[in-house]
Antibody, heavy 121, light 111 residues
C-alpha cells in the first residue's frame, strides 16, 4: 500500500521560496515506473498540475510555473521535494503530492492528504 | 490557452443517473488522449475513479462509468446515492501545454 505525506511550512513570506517534501512509503522512488508529481488547489478552486519527476528522465513542469519551480528526488530518504521561488499571495493553496502511473498522460491513483501553504507577510 | 470544460454543477435525485461532461479540443482529448476522472470531498485529496477514459480504478463501484467520443468525455453515475455528492474533475494530457490539464470541476448535488 503506497502512502504519501506532504510536509513543510504552512506560512511563507512573499518573495521567499516555498519548499515542500513528500515522503513516500510502500514504493521506491527509484523503481523507474511512476511519475512523482505535485498538484495544487487554490482555496475554493480547481486542481492545477505543477509538475513531475520521473526517475529516468528530466523533471517536467507546468509552463505557467516553469521559471519558478523545481522538483527533485532524494532516493536515500525516499522523498521528493517541490521548490517554488518568488512566491506571492497567488501561490496560497493546498499542495498535494501524488503518484502518477500510465505514461505521459498518467493518472494519479495515490495522493497525499495535502498541506495548506499560505503566503503572507 | 488549453482548457477542459466541465459544467459547474449537476444534480439528480437518489436512484437517478447523472452525467458529467468534459469537453476539450484537438490538442488534448480530441487528439486521442485518454481522460481520467476524480472525486473529491471537501477537505480531502481527490480519489481516482476512472482512468484511460473507461477503466474503473480498484474498488470503484460499477455505478461509475466513463466514455469518450471525439474531443469530449463523460462520467456517468447510475443509481445515485447521497454519498456521491462531491466535486468531480476530469484530467488529460495537452500537447500545447506539454503537460497535464484538469477540468474546472463539477459539483454534484444529490437532491
Amino acid at each position: 500500500q503506497v502512502q504519501l505525506q506532504e510536509s513543510g511550512p504552512g506560512l511563507v513570506k512573499p518573495a521567499q521560496t516555498l519548499s515542500l517534501t513528500c515522503t513516500v512509503s510502500g514504493e521506491s522512488l527509484d523503481s523507474g515506473v511512476y511519475y512523482w508529481s505535485w498538484v495544487r488547489q487554490h482555496p475554493g478552486k480547481g486542481l492545477e498540475w505543477i509538475g513531475y519527476i520521473y526517475y529516468y528522465g528530466s523533471p517536467h513542469y507546468n509552463p505557467s510555473l516553469k521559471s519558478r519551480v523545481s522538483i527533485s528526488v532524494d532516493t536515500s530518504k525516499n522523498q521528493f521535494t517541490l521548490t517554488l521561488s518568488s512566491v506571492t499571495a497567488a501561490d496560497t493553496a493546498v499542495y498535494f503530492c501524488a503518484k502518477g502511473e500510465g505514461g505521459t498522460n498518467h493518472d494519479f491513483g495515490n495522493w497525499g492528504p495535502g498541506t495548506l501553504v499560505s503566503v503572507s507577510s | 490557452q488549453s482548457v477542459l470544460t466541465q459544467p459547474p454543477s449537476v444534480s439528480g435525485a437518489p436512484g437517478q443517473t447523472v452525467t458529467v461532461s468534459c469537453t476539450g479540443d484537438s490538442s488534448n482529448i480530441g487528439a486521442g488522449f485518454g481522460v481520467h476522472w476524480y472525486q473529491q470531498f471537501p477537505g480531502t485529496a481527490p480519489k481516482l475513479l476512472i482512468y484511460g477514459s473507461r477503466h474503473r480504478h480498484s474498488g470503484v463501484p460499477d455505478r461509475f462509468s466513463g466514455s469518450q467520443s471525439g474531443a469530449s468525455a463523460s462520467l456517468a453515475i447510475t443509481g445515485l446515492q447521497a454519498e456521491d455528492e462531491a466535486v468531480y474533475y476530469c484530467q488529460s494530457y495537452d500537447m500545447n501545454l506539454r503537460g497535464l490539464l484538469f477540468g474546472g470541476g463539477t459539483k454534484l448535488t444529490v437532491l
